[in-house]
Each structure stands twice: as structure tokens, then as C-alpha cells.
């Protein structure tokens, strides 16, 4: 994997400015100003091996203060007289909604997937508190650029420095063994407060809904495994032909695994639909519910269809008693999925942990049956189901545009959500006298 050295535009790139109390950056080309040593700084870096890219917070461009045209011609100066390997641009305002805004380490990790950057391994240069927020969240060594700017930064960075100049000495003076401790405080800062990591996570992720087009969407996420729906799903996606919606959804999603559900409540009409279902394509796996609506149990279904080969995911199931009959019925030598509705389960006011624990321990008996973790509520149910030993996940629209916030640094999503609280307020118009002027006088 390569290093990288991230750098702020503004204030450590090109001169910023100080306006209203608060740093600002050019208004046009003729304000566009490379600061001295910059161009030799990033020449050091260059052939020491670093891979150099900018990571800037635009936000005037969607306030409208400033043409997206005027920012690129700056950045078509930068390239031109700088040995940069890429500029990325958050060309948003801060918000829920952005994931690359400064201190969100989204640009960072951006570029990390593009050039397989080992971001524990690189450095995050900027001049405000932002910036090292970013490196910090995107676990970088970062090293301040200190202009007394009014303010003071939310987090202390490694190092500080007056320039770039100072910097890339910083950068170029680190020693093996200096990485070596670096890492050493990581891992016993890690072990004091431990924040999880998607890319760690055993748990495979299955995307649960009806929208064709929410589903292609998914599919086009790398760490959603597979998908699963059911006929109420179907409904409230508006769906009225079954079979020809799961041709749709198949010939769009080949090679991932997709749970169809039988509907059928007498038996040996499930065993006929479970049996059609499975010639719909080769990743299908049919749902079976665990009884039918009068309570009676599957496990005839079951055991004929795992017995055929056909791959079942076993749905509905609360109780540990029900995944110790279901194991009973599959057979060993065909895979099959155990669907424990954990998530309704603490609707009842009870701790799935527990029982989840418990029916991974009877599934073992059954090596190639894997146990889901169905109706999470929240984030931490993702968490939570890789540390009990589930083999998967279903995961709703809603939950899975949260996944952006997992490992996210908590100091600086308290910081986002008071931004919020008075961004919202401003916005409304909210008012309260205090008496404060009278008291003045």
C-alpha cells in the first residue's frame, strides 16, 4: 500500500485570507497566490515517495458566492506548478447529508479506495481545526499549519509547524521507529475506547426491501453480499406480479445471493412454490416461514427441500427452541440460512444478544447453515451480530445510509450535531429575549 500526504488548500497551499474574524479563501485568480516554499515542499515530498493530494472544503461554490469555474481554474494553476497526484473538492455545505465536509474523513477515504493508500501510514497537513479533525478520523499522523488563526482546534494534532516548508522537515525527519510508537498509542488508545471499523466486520451485509431501482442501487455497493424481500415488502413497493418481479430483480442481480419467499400456508403448497422458486436462478434461496398461520410447524418442508439441495432461509424464527427443531430438519450437507428475527425480539423488551448467542451454539451442529440477524433497529445491531458469531445481516435502506457514521470519531460527531441544532435554529428564525441588552446598560 502507498503513503500519502493529504494537504488543505487555503492557508497551506495558496494564501488565505482574514475576513470577519475568520479565514477566507481567494475570491478569484488575481487573489490566487502560491505561498513561497510551497512549490519546494511538495518537490521533497514528491521524491521521497509520498503520493501528494489536496483535500478542500469549497462550501462558497453551494452558498453561491463563488463560480465552480473560478476554483477550477485555481486548481488548474495548482496542478500546473505543483507535482500533485489528485485534488479533491467538497463542494457542499456541512451537513447530515455530506459525508466529505472537514473534519469528515470522506475525501481521505476517498482517495484511499483509489490509490490503495494505507491511511495509518499517512499524514494529513492543514491550518485549521478541520483539517486535522479529517486526518484524525481517517486515522493520519497530523501536523498543523499554525497562522493564529482565532479559533481554537478541536483536536491537538501530532505536530506544528509555521509552513509547508516546516512541514515536509516534520514528514521527512519520521523514523521507522517513530511510526513503530505512533502505533503502539494507537492500539492502547484503541483499547481504551474501541471504535469498530466496517472493514473489520465478519458479518456479511444483505440489503432488505422491494425497490428494484433502491436494490440495483445496492448492488452497486461492494460490501452488500446479497438481498432479501418478502410478499410485504413486495406490497409496499407496489408490486403485483411475483414472478415476473424476481426475473427483473435476478437478470439485474446475478451473481449474489437473493431470498425469495413462499406464500403458501398449506405444506405441500409451500414444498411445490419453494420447489419452483428455486429453478428461478442459481443464487436463489427460498424463504420458508418456521410454522404456518396456524402454528404448525415446517420442518416436513424443510427437511424435503434442504434433502433436494435446494438452499432454504429458514424466516420468522424468535426462539431458541425453534432454531433447535429447524437444525433438526435441514440436512447437513446442504447450505441454508436461519433467519432469528432479532430485532423484534427487543421489540418485546427482551436482549436479543443472549439468545442470539444461544442459537449460534445450536446451529453448530449444522456447519453449513448460517445464522441471520433479521429486523435490526439500529447500527450497533450490525456490531452486535458480527460479535455473536452471525454469518449475516439484512440491513434496511434507512440503516444502511448509516453506515457512513460507523467508527466515526465521537468528539467530532458531537461537535456535527451542535453545528446542526444551531444551523436549524438560525435557519428558523428562533428568537428569545434575555434582557441582555438592558442589563448592559
Not at 509547508?164 to 492500539?187: F, M, N, P, V
Not at 473489520?200 to 445496492?218: C, N, P, R
Not at 434496511?396 to 445510509?401: E, Q, S, V
Request: glycine share 8%; charged share 25%; aromatic share 6%.
Amino acid at each position: 500500500m502507498k503513503r500519502a500526504v493529504f494537504l488543505d488548500r487555503d492557508g497551506v497551499l495558496n494564501r488565505a485570507f482574514l475576513a470577519d474574524g475568520k479565514p477566507r479563501p481567494p475570491l478569484d485568480l488575481s487573489q490566487f497566490e502560491i505561498m513561497q516554499g510551497v512549490a519546494e515542499a511538495c518537490q521533497r515530498l514528491k521524491e521521497a515517495g509520498w503520493l501528494l493530494i489536496v483535500a478542500t472544503n469549497q462550501p462558497d461554490v453551494a452558498r453561491g458566492i463563488q463560480p465552480r469555474q473560478t476554483v477550477e481554474a485555481m486548481h488548474d494553476r495548482l496542478r500546473a506548478e505543483l507535482p500533485l497526484d489528485a485534488i479533491k473538492v467538497c463542494w457542499e455545505e456541512d451537513g447530515p447529508a455530506c459525508t466529505c465536509y472537514k473534519p469528515k474523513p470522506g475525501m481521505l477515504l476517498e482517495a484511499a479506495r483509489e490509490f490503495d493508500i494505507d491511511l495509518d501510514a499517512s499524514i494529513m497537513v492543514g491550518d485549521r481545526w478541520r483539517d486535522v479533525g479529517a486526518g484524525q478520523n481517517a486515522g493520519c499522523y497530523t501536523i498543523l499549519v499554525n497562522h493564529g488563526w482565532p479559533e481554537p482546534p478541536l483536536k491537538v494534532p501530532d505536530a506544528v509547524c509555521a509552513d509547508l516548508l516546516q512541514a515536509a522537515d516534520i514528514i521527512l525527519s519520521l523514523t521507522a521507529e517513530d511510526w513503530r510508537k505512533r502505533k503502539g498509542r494507537r492500539a492502547e488508545k484503541r483499547g481504551a475506547r474501541t471504535m469498530p471499523n466496517l472493514k473489520d466486520l465478519k458479518v456479511k451485509i444483505f440489503a432488505d426491501g422491494a425497490d428494484l431501482a433502491g436494490m440495483k442501487e445496492m448492488y452497486a455497493q461492494p460490501h452488500i453480499k446479497g438481498f432479501t424481500t418478502n410478499p410485504t415488502l413486495m406490497k409496499k413497493a407496489g408490486v403485483t406480479d411475483y414472478k415476473a418481479f424476481a426475473k427483473q430483480v435476478l437478470e439485474a442481480i446475478p451473481d449474489r445471493p437473493i431470498s425469495f419467499e413462499v406464500f403458501a400456508d398449506e405444506l405441500d403448497e409451500m414444498e411445490a412454490q419453494g420447489r419452483e422458486i428455486a429453478t428461478w436462478g442459481h443464487n436463489v434461496n427460498v424463504k420458508i416461514p418456521v410454522t404456518n398461520t396456524r402454528g404448525v410447524f415446517t420442518g416436513p418442508v424443510i427437511a424435503k427441500l434442504s434433502k433436494a439441495g435446494v438452499v432454504l432461509n429458514i424466516t420468522a424464527v424468535f426462539t431458541v427452541d425453534q432454531v433447535k427443531a429447524i437444525a433438526e430438519a435441514l440436512a447437513p450437507e446442504t447450505p441454508a440460512i436461519v433467519s432469528v428475527f432479532a430485532g423484534r425480539v427487543a421489540d418485546a423488551g427482551v436482549d436479543p444478544v443472549p439468545l442470539m448467542k444461544e442459537c449460534h451454539e445450536v446451529l453448530k451442529a449444522r456447519p453449513k447453515a448460517e445464522l441471520l440477524w433479521a429486523s435490526p433497529r439500529e447500527v450497533l445491531n450490525i456490531i452486535q451480530a458480527d460479535e455473536v458469531g452471525c454469518g449475516i445481516i439484512t440491513v434496511t435502506n434507512d440503516i444502511l445510509g448509516k453506515l457512513k457514521t460507523v467508527g466515526k470519531d465521537l468528539d467530532a460527531f458531537s461537535l456535527e450535531t451542535v453545528e446542526m441544532f444551531h444551523k436549524d435554529a438560525t435557519a428558523a428564525g428562533y428568537s428569545i429575549e434575555t434582557g441582555k441588552a438592558e442589563a448592559a446598560e
